[in-house]
């Protein structure tokens, strides 16, 4: 069965420092979506990609934050100068072309120190 | 704006007890309501969707959900709980993006313990 795979499962590293998180959506989906999970609390939307430019973003994505679909096959979110309040699990997914259903992959953990 | 209220913060549960979490939804149109369930360290897995149609959804795991309009809500339940269905459940509605694609909206989650 297709599935959305984010890689790496879990990333150490140091306040400041830019990270990128990837991920590989399913192939004949259309739409792409970050959202994120603050330890303890609920899953927050981040940001949709559409046709190879931002749809919709959140007030939490903000200017040190940037998403890119680099080739056919991967959509990457970076985070320019990380913080502290950074650390959470980030979840990609996809939604096929009626745009209906997400389905998402089993997340990164980011832990910023 | 849309939004998603989950009353229960941790419901504990008998093996072979019935369960319902309860979900209400803030929603200006139909909604499209989902039920996802996230095992400890693990991703999101949809457990039920509703679009359209038949109130009561079957899901996976035994799982179903019935929506009802004039409550605003879409509570999730199974008749008999297994040791394995302990994690967290988080309701979620879908808010019309720019694009047509469906912004999830989720609930803060219920956290299920299931008792010997």
């Known amino acids: 069965e297709p599935e959305v795979t984010q890689t790496p499962s879990h990333q150490v590293t140091q306040m400041g420092q830019e990270v990128i998180l990837r991920c590989v959506p399913i192939?004949?989906?259309?739409?792409f979506y970050w959202y994120r999970q603050i330890l303890g609390q609920k899953v927050e939307f981040l940001v949709s990609?559409?046709?190879?430019?931002?749809?919709?973003k959140s007030e939490i994505f903000d200017d040190q934050f940037s998403v890119e679909r680099p080739d056919g096959s991967n959509f990457t979110l970076k985070i320019r100068s990380t913080k502290l309040e950074d650390s959470a699990m980030y979840f990609c997914a996809s939604s096929d072309p009626s745009g209906a259903e997400a389905f998402f992959g089993q997340g990164t953990r980011l832990t910023v120190v | 704006a849309q939004s998603v209220t989950q009353p229960d913060i941790h419901i504990t549960v008998s093996e072979g007890a019935s369960l319902e979490l309860r979900c209400n939804y803030s929603y200006g149109a139909t909604p499209y309501l989902f039920w996802y369930v996230q095992s400890p360290g693990q991703g999101l897995q949809l457990l039920l969707k509703?679009?359209?149609?038949?109130?009561l959804v079957q899901g996976i795991k035994g799982f179903e959900a019935e929506f009802k309009r004039s409550q605003s809500s879409f509570n999730l339940r199974k008749p008999s709980v297994h040791w394995s269905d302990a994690a967290e459940y988080f309701c979620a509605v879908g808010a019309p993006g720019n694009t047509g694609f469906q912004k999830l909206v989720f609930g803060t989650g219920t956290r299920l313990l299931v008792s010997p």
């Open positions: 192939s004949n989906h259309l739409y």
């Open positions: 990609f559409y046709n190879n430019e931002i749809s919709e």
């Open positions: 509703y679009f359209s149609g038949d109130t």
